[in-house]
Structures are given as C-alpha cells and as structure tokens.
C-alpha cells in the first residue's frame, strides 16, 4: 500500500480514522469465521457520506479494492478483506438521523446496532421487526447487505421487507439515493438488488427504515418432544392450519443440551424441543395459541411449558438466542452452516444429516427457523486431531448439497461472501451466474466493491483486484467487459 494513499486518507478522514499500524490492522482480518484471516492493507473510518466518498475516490484512482465492513459479525466471510484490499468501516457513522413515527420510519446511518433502532422507539410503542440473534452487536449496514433474518422473520418478513430506502456511494464516487419512505416508487426497484448485495454493489451510508407498532399481546410456549420427527410434524402441522407464528424456533437434542450448559436452564433431555411466539390483539392471540399447543401435542408432544411471566419468557428466548455461542461449551470447535429446505422437508433432512454426521464420524446440533425452513446445522470438531477439520469443511459442504437437491438453498440469511462462493455454480446455471455479474457491473463498473466475494471464480469485469488482465473470452471477441 503506498503511503500517498494513506496519506490522503489521513487528510480526508483524519489521522485517527486511517490504520496502517499491522496490530492494528489484525483486528480486522475476518469477520465472525474466524479462519482464512486476511490483513487489510489500510482501514478507513469514515464519518459521513462525504467521508466515504474520499475514500472511495482515492481507492478507484489507486486501483485499490475495498471491503465494507459493519460490526463484522457476519458468518460467510463477507467482510473478510481481500489481499491488498481497503477495509471501509462504518462503526463510527452511528446516528440515528430522522424518526417519523407518523409514517412509521427512522433514517439512520450503517453504523446503528440493530436493537438500538428498537430501543430509540420503544418507548414510543413502537419497534424493528428483524431480529437476527445477532441484534445487539450488528449494524443495520451489515443487516441491509446480507438480507439479515431472525426468529420473527416468519411472520413478519426478512431486512428487504422493512428497508423503505438507502443511500449509497457508488465506486464512480456518485451518490445515489434507492427508494423512498412512500410506497411503489414506479420504475425497476433498484433497492431490492441492492438490499442482500453483501457489499459488492456499494457504500450503504444511509437507510430508512420501516418499523411497526409493538403487538398488544405476545404468548410463548416450550414444547418437548421425543425426536425432531415429532417437532418437524407439529411445526407443519400448525402452519397447515393456517396459523402464522411469530417465530417458531426448533433444537435437537444436541442444541439443548449446550443451551441448558450456557444458561442454567431447567430444560429436560429430550430428542427435541420448539419455542413458539403467537402476537398481536389479544382475543386472536389467545385462539391461536391454545390451537397450536393442540397441535403440538397432537403431533407427539412430551411437555408443554408456558412461562409464568415476561422474565421466564425472556429466559427460553435467551436459550434459544445463545445455542450458537453455547456449542462452544460441548466442542472445542464448531461450523456454523446455513441452507435452506422446505418446511415439508425438515425431518427427512435432519434424519440424513445424522446419518451423515455417523459416517464422518462427527456430531452435528441443530438449532433453527423450523417456520422458514431455515436450517443451521453446527458441525461440532476438534481442531487438534489432525483431519478433522477437513472432515468437519466437507462434511459442511454435503448438508448444503443436501439443501439444494431438497429443492431449496446453500444460504437463508449468513449470505455467501466468501465461504459459499464455491457452492454458487452448483445451485445456479452458468446464465444465471453471468446474469447477476451483469448486474453487479451495472453497479460498480470498475470492480472495486468486495472482490473475491459472492462468485465462484474471477469473471468479467476486472474482477480479480490490481491492473486489468483481459478475461480469454474477451481476446477470442466472445464476451465484452462490462
Ligand atoms: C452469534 C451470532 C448469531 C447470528 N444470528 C443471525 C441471525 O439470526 N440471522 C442472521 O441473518 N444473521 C445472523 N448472524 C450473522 C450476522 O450477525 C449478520 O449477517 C449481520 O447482518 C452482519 O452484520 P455486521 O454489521 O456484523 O456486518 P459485517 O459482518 O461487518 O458485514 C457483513 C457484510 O455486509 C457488508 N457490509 C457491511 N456494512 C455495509 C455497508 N454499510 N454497505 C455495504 N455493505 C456493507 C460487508 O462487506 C459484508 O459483506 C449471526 C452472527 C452471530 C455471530
């Protein structure tokens, strides 16, 4: 990295907000998947859209890639930096700019924690429906490039679905605004490929965001069951009754077993256990919940729990929000996958992922959004005996095989970054791969945003970091660059 370039980052941000220092600079080399570290050559710390446009600016005409980076509690390696790239961290732009509680939305900058959003309108009675387990320590920013989702995600819908508009900084330096608080702005919705872009389409500096009034009534309940075939079936078995939980979350044997490790919770050893939430007006919640413990039980239930009070309550959710931090109390080392099933599939899929697990001679805890599918299998492993990580990685990349030829996907809300990049050329067709690069260069033109991230393999468009090499396909006249 030249020092010129540090140089006028220093004089663009100030000398406090540019890290050149190697130690420093560690801190940044991944983000929540803590393998394939990469030393950033710089960071920058940016305090406003202007800020980022300097950098931006002076990383294209230095011909530096940059990697936006929120709280970096990602889980696929998106805001891990790529070789010689620039680290644009948003930590500092950490405002909440606008609430307007009339039209239900806040204005805030990237760098907002998710649950701050909630807590600044809480007492107002009203809050920001996507939860990731994450919340408390992720930025809006890092919500918005991945899709973020959560446990009430079911219900009320993914990141895409409640963010109105953002501004974001282009690599040409533009700033473009997407959206709008109102609704259908006509013309394409650009904010929709932007939202799940994992960074490479733009700066996000700014986003409004929907929020929605606080439920009059929420009803939880626990339910144990002997395997996860009972709980999968009570899981269809209520939505087949056309009730939409708030969230309804399932743990296998393993899961609660860690939970209880971390929490001290009283929860019994069982094969399999769900938590769900029922919200809104009191007289429809009451109906709903009452039915569904019906159908829990009717599927095979062991025990259903209903906490006594808001504390209890707030306790099962704690062990359910701390399963994946608590495999770390049973196995020294753990991947954390993401695919998604059909809900329909559910016990089959967890029924082949134990099968496999045997024959890698590894266990696997599953804990997950039954509603959506959305599973997250944990491959637990012990790095000190030689191979076994290797087997823990390819025994990770059969239960995303799995979820494709299940009929569903390699990711539900970590996102592929650089994790999942290999797997994107099995779940999609070369057209379709070439198809989202042509749009991905529609945005950055110059490659400048998160190389190395997303794609299976260096493509078109400049794609590897560093002086433009022409692709083959572009020397035999068959493709142009974009
Ligand atoms: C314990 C734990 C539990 C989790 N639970 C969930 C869960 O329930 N649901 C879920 O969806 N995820 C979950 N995650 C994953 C993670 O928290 C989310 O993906 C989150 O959205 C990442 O936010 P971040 O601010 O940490 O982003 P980072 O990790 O810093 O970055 C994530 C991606 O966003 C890009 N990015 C960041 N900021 C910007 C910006 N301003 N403009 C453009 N691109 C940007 C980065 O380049 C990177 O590609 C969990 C993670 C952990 C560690």
């Not at 991944?30 to 305090?47: E, F, K, N, S």
């Not at 994992?198 to 929907?210: D, H, S, V, Y």
């Not at 809900?343 to 599953?366: D, F, K, P, Y």
């Amino acid at each position: 990295m030249s020092s010129a370039l540090a140089r006028r980052l220093a004089a663009a941000l100030g000398r406090a907000h540019v890290i050149a220092d190697p130690a420093e600079l560690r801190v940044y080399a991944c983000d929540g998947i803590t393998h394939g570290r990469t030393t950033p050559a710089l960071v920058a710390l940016p305090g406003s859209t202007e800020e980022v446009v300097e950098v931006v600016n002076a990383a294209r005409e230095a011909g530096v890639p940059l990697v936006p980076r929120g709280a970096g509690t990602g889980l696929s390696g998106g805001a891990r930096p790529s070789p010689g790239s620039i680290v644009v961290s948003l930590a500092r732009m950490r405002r909440i700019l606008e609430l307007d509680l009339e039209n239900g939305w806040a204005r805030v900058e990237p760098g907002v924690i998710n649950l701050d959003v909630s807590r600044a309108v809480a007492g107002a009675g009203w809050y920001y429906a996507p939860d990731p387990s994450s919340q408390g320590v992720c930025s809006i920013g890092g919500n918005v490039a991945e899709n973020s989702g959560g446990a009430h995600c079911l219900k009320y819908g993914f990141t895409t679905n409640h963010v109105l508009a953002a501004r974001v900084v282009l690599s040409d330096g533009s700033v473009v605004d997407l959206g709008g608080p109102a609704a259908d702005a006509p013309g394409y919705d650009l904010l929709a490929a932007m939202v799940g872009s994992e960074g490479l389409l733009g700066i996000a500096t700014e986003a409004t965001l929907r929020l929605l009034r606080k439920p009059e009534v929420t009803r939880t309940f626990f339910a144990t069951f002997p395997s996860t075939d009972e709980a999968g079936a009570a899981v269809s078995g209520i939505i087949a009754a056309g009730i939409l939980p708030a969230a309804i979350e399932m743990m296998d044997r393993l899961a609660i077993v860690a939970a209880k490790a971390a929490t001290g919770l009283d929860w019994p050893d069982v094969g399999a256990a769900l938590l769900m939430d029922a919200d809104g007006p009191r007289a429809e919640v009451e109906h709903v919940s009452a039915r569904a413990i019906e159908l829990a039980r009717a599927a095979g239930a062991l025990e259903i729990r209903v906490p006594r009070d808001e504390a209890e309550r707030q306790l099962m959710w704690k062990g359910r929000k701390s399963a994946f931090a608590a495999v770390g109390r049973i196995s020294p080392n753990y991947l954390v996958e993401d695919g998604v099933i059909p809900r329909s599939e559910i016990a089959r899929v967890l029924r082949e992922i134990e099968r496999m697990a045997g024959e890698a001679g590894l266990r696997v805890a599953n804990v997950f959004h039954a509603g959506d599918g959305n599973l997250h299998p944990l491959v637990l492993y012990d790095a000190r005996n030689p191979g076994e990580e290797e087997r823990a990685a390819a025994l990770g990349g059969e239960i995303l095989r799995l979820c494709i030829r299940s009929g569903g996907s390699i990711t539900g809300e970590h996102g592929v970054g650089a994790e999942k990049a290999a797997y994107m050329a099995e779940q999609f067709a070369p057209e379709d791969l070439e198809t989202m690069q042509r749009v991905r260069c529609a945005f950055d033109g110059a490659a400048l945003m998160n190389p190395g991230k997303v794609f299976p393999t260096p493509r078109l468009c400049g794609e590897r970091p560093g002086p433009y090499r022409p692709h083959p396909a572009e020397v035999a006249g068959l493709a142009e660059r974009w």
